[in-house]
């Protein structure tokens, strides 16, 4: 199985979603299962229906964290040691050569991409290009609206 990369905060914010899927969850969908039980005939039983259907969706993602958490490489970016370039955990400071918008953004595992908090995929089109640049590096990253032009002004690991 391939590795999957993550941050350290990333691997701690999976970890705590599997611990409660296990103790919470779980256990909520049981109670539900029981209560539409207790309501009879089970083949026309909705509520049984639901929750057998969020059953089988909580053991689903269990199985997926507890497989991604297994094969994970953790990466603690305050620990990367990479001279200035940008690797998976830097965090990026731009600046777009058309219109002057700086912009920062952290390179992170797919799992914890999220544009409005400028987290990007490590295999996002931006991250790609980025990856291996330094402070001073001018990058062009196909966009959806067309090439676009980023200078990088500043590399860390936080």
């Known amino acids: ?3 999957v990369p993550l941050t350290k905060y990333g691997a701690e914010l999976l970890k705590e979603e599997l611990h409660q899927l296990k103790t919470k969850e779980r256990r909520t969908v049981i109670d539900a299962i029981a209560e539409a039980r207790s309501h009879g005939d089970l083949s026309e039983n909705a509520e049984y229906d639901a ?3 969020r059953q ?3 053991e689903g993602r269990i199985a997926e964290l507890e497989g991604k958490l297994s094969s994970a490489q953790i990466i603690d970016p305050s620990q990367v040691d990479a001279d200035g370039r940008v690797v998976f955990g830097a965090t990026v400071d731009l600046e777009d050569l058309e219109n002057g918008q700086k912009v920062q953004y952290q390179i992170v595992g797919t799992d914890e991409a999220d544009i409005k908090l400028n987290k990007v ?3 996002s089109p931006i991250a790609r290009a980025l990856i291996g640049k330094s402070a001073g590096d001018v990058v062009e ?3 959806p609206s067309g090439p ?3 200078e990088i002004l500043d590399v860390s690991y936080i």
């Open 141 to 143: 990253v196909q966009a």
């Open 51 to 53: 929750a057998k259907e």
């Open 1 to 3: 199985m391939n590795s």
């Open 121 to 123: 995929s490590v295999t």
């Open 56 to 58: 089988a969706f909580v």
């Open 148 to 150: 676009r032009e980023y």
